[in-house]
Each structure stands twice: as C-alpha cells, then as structure tokens.
C-alpha cells in the first residue's frame, strides 16, 4: 500500500511538471536532444564527401573553405542536425542547421567560413591547409562519411573522380555544387562506421606544371580598358587583370609591365610582372605568388634564360626554374615568352633548410659599406648584418687577412661556384663581373649565418666567349684573385663545372629546347627581329658551348 501511495504522488507530480519523457534526458523536448534523421541510414549511408576545398582565396571570394556533400540516391535527405567535423575525435564539431537538405541525385555545398549568421548551411568550422580531417556524421554522432588529407593547395579542391569514387583527385576545375570531372574510381565501398578513414592524397608541388622543364603552359591575360589605359601611363605600376588556363579564369591578380633595355610596351611585346594575391590576400596560381614572363627581346637566341637557368640548377645553385610560355593578350596571340621563377620565399624554401633569413636583390651595389643600405629587401626581416660585416671584412688591406675575415659572413665555397657558373655560360653583365654588381640576389641563410648567392637576369648569356674569366670588379672577387687558395678554390670550381656541363650534355639540351621551341619562333610575330636571327645566334650560341672549356684553357691553369 506504501508503494502504491509513493507511485500515486510521483504520478501527481509529473501531471504537474509534464510528461515523463519531458524530464527524463534526452527527451523529444530536452534542449540537448539531437534531431532524429528523416531518412534510414541505407538511405542516408550513401551519402559522400564528394569534394572539398581547403583554402578558398579567388574561387568563391569571401566564402571561405567549403565541403560538397553528393546524393547518389533517388530520395532528397534533409540534413538538419547533421555535423561536419575537422576533428574525428570530435564528430558533429558543427551542425548543418534547419532547412538544408540535398537534393535527390544532386550535390549541396556547405560552406566552413566560422560564420553561421550567414545561414544554416554555413558552419563555425574552417579546414587546415597543410593537412587534416574532414568527417560528415548524423545526428546522433554516428560517421556516414570521412577521411583524412594531406597538404592541400590554394583554391585547388580534392574531388571524387567521377562523382561518388573512391579516386582523388586534385583538381584545378573545381565544381562546387556541380558534376566533378570524370575519371577512373569505383563506386565507394561501404565500410562499417569502425573502418579506417579514407586517405586523400596531397596535393604536391603543383607549381611544377607551369614551371617544370617539360612544361609550356598556355596562359591568356585579359586585361580590361581600364587598367590598360593605366599601363600606358605608368607601365610599372599594378593594375587589375584576370589569367586564363586551361579554360578556368583566375583573378583578379596584379599585373605590370617590365624591363629596362628588353622594356617594350603593350602594344608592342610587352614584357609581364605578375603579384598574384595584389588584390585577394592568399590568392595562389599553382602555388606560386608571382610569375615572371621576359618578353626576349635582347635575347635573339630566346633560349638563354632557359639555358642558363638549368645549368645553374644542375650545378646545385638555388636558381630559379625556368622554361617557356605561350601568352595570349585579351585574344591576341603575344608569342614565346621566357617563364622564369621569381625569388621569393616558396623558391627559397627549395633549396634552404629555413626559409626566415633576409632576401636581398642586388641591383648596382657591392660589398662596400656605401652600398649596404641600397640592397633591396624582397623577403624576410630587414636584417643587414652579414651584409655590412662582409663589407667591413673586405677593407681590410690585407686580401688575406680580408678572405679569412670574409667567410664569417660569406660562404666562400658557394661564391666560387657561383662565379664558375658565371664564367660557363658567360654570364658576365652580372656581379662579380658588372660594375658595380648586379643581377643577383643574397640570402642571409639563418642556418649557417652565411650569405649565399641566387642568379638572377641571365638573358645576356652564351655571349662574348672571348672574355677572361678573371676581369672581375666586385671587391670580393678581386680580392679573391690576390689570396692563392681562394683563386684556386674558383679555379676548382670553374673546372668541376666544365666537367658537370659536359657529363649533363649541354649542348644536347640546347639542341632539344631549341627543337622544342621553333614552331613557336616562327609564330611569334611580334618579336623584334627575325626568324633568320634567332637561327644565328642558336648556332652562335651552341658554339660558345661547345669551344668553352677550350677558351677557359687561355686564362686559367688547366685541371690536374
């Protein structure tokens, strides 16, 4: 009678407060209670993560990393409650709000940009570039899909080739929202919700698409009335413009244009410096912040850059990539333009352990205390020290005293190998041959606290063959000259690089890049000299390759 009695006044008191499902937790009404789904999970099990984004600057401006959820089914689902995560220890980090569903057979775009005032398919969520997550759970916590990624690229998606597969691919056409490109997967294979998460591979250096040996992008540059009016006024400032490649349009991006003795203006053959993210802070094309496109107009061999560029990369140099480009100007065939890396932090980061020290593009300066402050800061913190030490150690007016107090600042053996590529490719409107120095760069390399030396401007190559390699100006090079071990550590070097371009084939390359090229010569209307010249100065240049190592025998000691 006493349980009867308790049970009774329970019951009176839950018709008081609600019903008893009301107080018990995780009730229909409890604040806390995940919505059930509309649809069973062989249903909703279907669904994909079909693409994503990572870093989204120019495809969707403003919107933020974004995740593309594919129905494959016959049955719209609506997606209210469910999550997105970039954490797998963290299912459903954020949840898809009321009234979003995906279509039946089609796609719905979820948009991670930390703004969820914006509506309910945008998320509190954002995706790590260089590596990460990426799961898509229902509401009651339970995984329909995720996977994990490597590195990923700006304004590249991952995507599922064709919809729905189990293959990656990093994708330059990205589609969010709409079909993906088709390929070679199968069908995703349903693994219980214990299964490892699927790997999406990384995207890698794509970079090496437009900057590789083998490659030759085609790139339109449309450039509206406005900013070409502007150029005409003052060519070395940036202006808005767009590039095209491979059919996808990418902008808008900062364009001017270049060169001092090569300058041409637009109307002509101009020459083209692009800042990519000018205008879109983190914008990226394959990876790169900048493009360099000379247009050759000194270089009647149109190869030296190229050329150059590769036997000072084969000799373990930081150079710069460089090969050839086909450019468009708003639909008007510009012709063959040398493609040529810019110095910047990503070049650096290539051939450095650190990428942090100080970049300095040397234009008309040397190693002279009324020169430091005109070297011309391109990266890093503005820190001079190695720089003002190298110039305090060179006057000394011992030149021995003078190269052991040096290399505290300089590494002596790069510099040698350096100069000995100048002396290969008759590099000699550079430092240490042009006075005052020029077309060069130096990077204060935190690791060793040396500086290093970057070539720069190499389109006056492969010329005057007749030169001595020892009419040096830089201080540093004369200086050289007096100390007998230094002088034979560059003697070394030249020989040791003789060596290196005749075992790489260097004429071979020259042969292959000028057979590359020559359906491009002749379609270059706008370059100003002829066909019959480009012939001449390719054979002249082959030439000067293949009588070099006779020529350095007149004026140094030959190798032992």
């Avoid at 016959?74 to 209210?80: A, G, R, S």
């Avoid at 509190?124 to 590596?131: G, P, Q, S, T």
């Avoid at 190998?417 to 130096?442: H, K, L």
């Avoid at 034979?488 to 260097?506: C, T």
Wanted: proline share 7%; hydrophobic share 40%; aromatic share 10%.
């Amino acid at each position: 009678m006493r349980i009867f009695t308790t049970w009774m006044a329970a019951l009176a008191l839950l018709s008081a407060c609600g019903t008893a499902d009301d107080l018990l937790p995780g009730g229909d009404d409890s604040p806390d209670a995940a919505p059930e789904p509309a649809v069973p999970p062989e249903i909703d099990g279907q669904l994909v993560i079909n693409e994503f984004m990572a870093d989204n600057a120019i495809t969707e401006p403003g919107a933020g990393d974004w995740v593309e959820i594919y129905n494959p089914t016959d049955t719209e689902v609506p997606l209210h409650g469910y999550g997105i995560t970039d954490d797998l220890a963290q299912p459903n980090r954020a949840n898809i709000g009321d009234g979003v569903a995906v279509p039946a057979g089609g796609y719905l775009v979820v948009w991670l940009d930390g703004a969820p005032d914006r509506g309910p398919e945008h998320l509190d969520l954002k995706l790590a570039r260089e590596a990460g997550a990426l799961g898509f759970s229902r509401p009651d916590h339970s995984w329909i899909d995720r996977l994990t990624y490597g590195a990923q690229e700006v304004d590249f998606s991952a995507a599922r080739t064709p919809d729905g597969s189990d293959q990656w691919t990093i994708e330059w056409h990205v589609s969010p929202g709409e079909k993906n490109p088709d390929g070679s997967g199968a069908p995703v294979a349903r693994e219980d919700g214990d299964a490892a998460p699927e790997a999406v591979p990384a995207a890698g250096d794509l970079s090496e698409l437009i900057l590789g040996d083998a490659a030759m992008p085609e790139i339109s540059i449309r450039i509206p009335p406005e900013s070409e009016a502007a150029l005409e006024q003052q060519p070395y400032q940036y202006v808005e413009a767009t590039l095209v490649y491979d059919g996808r349009t990418y902008g808008p991006i900062g364009l001017h244009l270049k060169g001092q003795n090569s300058f041409l203006p637009l109307s002509q053959k101009a020459a083209f410096r692009i800042n990519v993210d000018e205008y879109v802070e983190g914008a990226k094309f394959f990876g790169l912040d900048d493009l360099t496109f000379n247009n050759m107009s000194t270089d009647y061999s149109m190869m030296h850059d190229r050329a150059s560029y590769w036997v000072a990369r084969q000799l373990g140099l930081p150079a710069s990539r460089a090969n050839h480009a086909l450019i468009t100007v708003n639909g008007h065939f510009y012709g063959l333009f040398s493609n040529v890396e810019t110095v910047k932090t990503r070049m650096i980061r290539r051939w450095f352990d650190r990428d942090d020290g100080s970049l300095f593009e040397a234009t008309d300066v040397d190693f002279m205390p009324a020169y430091i402050d005109s070297y011309e800061l391109e990266g890093g913190p503005d820190d001079r020290t190695l720089l003002q030490g190298a110039a305090d150690a060179l006057a000394n007016d011992s030149p021995s005293a003078a190269i052991a107090a040096v290399s505290q600042y300089v590494d002596l053996a790069q510099f040698q190998r350096f100069w000995a590529m100048c002396a290969i490719v008759g590099q000699f409107d550079s430092f240490p041959y042009s006075n005052p120095g020029d077309d060069y760069f130096v990077y204060a390399d935190p690791t060793t606290q040396r500086l290093n030396f970057l070539p720069w401007g190499m389109d006056e190559t492969f010329y005057a063959g007749d030169v001595d390699v020892k009419q040096v100006t830089s201080i540093l090079a004369t200086t050289c000259l007096q100390v007998p071990s230094c002088y034979q550590g560059f003697v070394d070097q030249v020989w040791a690089a003789m060596d290196a371009a005749e075992s790489m084939d260097l004429v071979g390359q020259l042969d292959a890049i000028r057979a590359q090229i020559a359906p491009y010569v002749t379609m270059d209307t706008r370059k100003p000299y002829t066909d019959r010249r480009v012939q001449i100065y390719q054979d002249s240049m082959r030439t000067f390759c293949t009588e070099r190592r006779s020529r350095l025998e007149e004026w140094l000691p030959p190798p032992e």
